[in-house]
Nanobody, 124 residues
């Protein structure tokens, strides 16, 4: 069993930066692929970015490429999402997820554990 706790969300202005953190419990964190998803009001949950078990492979949605960076620190059992040049359309609840797989997965259905989410609001 893995428990995920997100933090770092908040209210920022367009162009600002935020770093989200996702702290995972469990000693098998280093063997899980990790992902960040987001869900805006009235919209379906979408994949933002994900990373393989060792950080060697990553995926980014086109909407965040060049602005967001995912990273993981296995010594701290934590995955990060650095978000730069934020836009109002980035406003959503951001969720961290873990998959019992080594390679990253894009689809939410492939993830086994989810955090409770953290709100990110970007004002124009």
């Amino acid at each position: 069993q893995v428990q995920l706790v997100e933090s770092g969300g908040g209210l920022v202005q367009a162009g600002d930066s935020l770093r989200l953190s996702c702290a995972a419990s469990g000693r098998t964190f280093s063997s899980y692929a990790m992902g960040w998803f987001r869900q805006a009001p009235g919209k379906e949950r979408e994949s933002v970015t994900c990373v393989s078990w060792n950080g060697g492979r990553t995926y980014y949605a086109d909407s965040v490429k060049g602005r967001f960076t995912i990273s993981r620190d296995s010594t701290k059992n934590t995955v990060y999402l650095q978000m730069n040049s934020l836009k109002p359309e980035d406003t959503a609840v951001y969720y961290c997820a873990a998959a019992r797989r080594l390679d990253f997965r894009v689809h939410s259905r492939d993830y086994d554990y989810w955090g409770q989410g953290t709100q990110v609001t970007v004002s124009s």
